[in-house]
């Protein structure tokens, strides 16, 4: 039997990311690129990059499947499937205690509820507004003139507790406007944009109740501060992944590897 290699794409707001696998359920490589504006062009662009890193070519590829909210518009992929169905399934193989997945992605949020076999038992989202977002980090990065992958760090600096009340993205950007221009401080008011987060979070979590354990999935993961701040309000650790933006892509990867290994049982 020759080597089977698959691929899960994951086209999200914000960026695009890849996982290649081999028949042993091994990451070969993978990749993470902006989206930007156009969903196919991105996929291909972040496609060609992991196989390039994979040292491989793409009819060594057996399968790919597609995930993610532009899923439908990746023309080569052979499946499309949820992204609920790839994270859960993504999760649980990094780590089978999983049992609740929360993903912050670039304009949405998820929370998974998975059981002890890594099934989705149920999950809410919250897709209408970007508050609580990656994109809603973006934007308050801008108007503190801070880079995103620095917040966390800044946030240890708190020192005052300050409260972001408003839901919208627009109006809190406003807010945060209204503190710089009263000298509170920036670690202050990035500790408070990381509370509203948790708030968000947890609220969100609460919709299909906790249930231990906890990871946490998409770019938003990466900040430090915001995990923090759902640790302290959940009195409970949540596990990271190394690279916690490829869960989905992972996910997707390894449904392919079962479709492939399904149709080589029934030959």
């Given at each position: 039997m020759n080597k089977i290699i698959t691929a899960g794409i994951d086209s999200g707001s914000l960026s695009?990311?890849?996982?290649?696998?081999?028949?042993?359920?091994?990451?070969?490589?993978y990749s993470i690129v902006p989206t930007g504006a156009s969903i196919l062009n991105s996929a291909n662009k972040a496609f060609l990059q992991a196989m390039d890193s994979a040292g491989i070519a793409e009819k060594e590829i057996s399968y790919i499947v597609s995930t993610g909210y532009g899923?439908?518009?990746?023309?080569?992929?052979?499946?499309?499937?949820?992204?609920?169905?790839?994270?859960?399934?993504?999760?649980?193989y990094l780590n089978n205690n999983i049992r609740t997945v929360i993903d912050i992605g670039g304009q949405d949020s998820k929370v998974?509820?998975?059981?002890?076999?890594?099934?989705?038992?149920?999950?809410?989202?919250?897709?209408?507004?970007s508050a609580g977002t990656g994109?809603?980090?973006?934007?308050?990065?801008?108007?503190?003139?801070?880079?995103?992958d620095l917040m966390g760090e800044e946030a240890k600096k708190a020192t005052e507790k300050i409260n972001i009340t408003s839901f919208c993205t627009v109006f809190a950007e406003s807010e945060?406007?209204?503190?710089?221009?009263?000298?509170?401080?920036k670690a202050d008011i990035i500790k408070a944009l990381h509370d509203s987060i948790a708030n968000k979070t947890i609220s969100l979590l609460d919709k299909i109740g906790r249930k231990s354990t906890y990871m946490m999935t998409g770019g938003v993961a990466k900040n430090k501060g915001v995990v923090k701040a759902i640790e302290h309000r959940l009195k409970e650790n949540i596990y990271i992944p190394q690279e916690p933006q490829i869960i989905g892509a992972l996910g997707g990867a390894i449904l392919a590897l079962e479709e492939i290994k399904k149709k080589i049982k029934k030959i």
């Open positions: 695009t990311d890849v996982v290649i696998l081999d028949e042993n359920v091994e990451i070969l490589s899923r439908i518009n990746i023309s080569f992929a052979n499946k499309q499937i949820t992204e609920i169905t790839c994270h859960a399934k993504g999760a649980f998974i509820r998975i059981n002890e076999k890594g099934n989705v038992e149920d999950f809410v989202m919250n897709d209408r507004c994109r809603f980090l973006e934007v308050m990065a801008r108007a503190l003139e801070i880079p995103i945060v406007i209204s503190l710089i221009s009263q000298n509170k401080k």
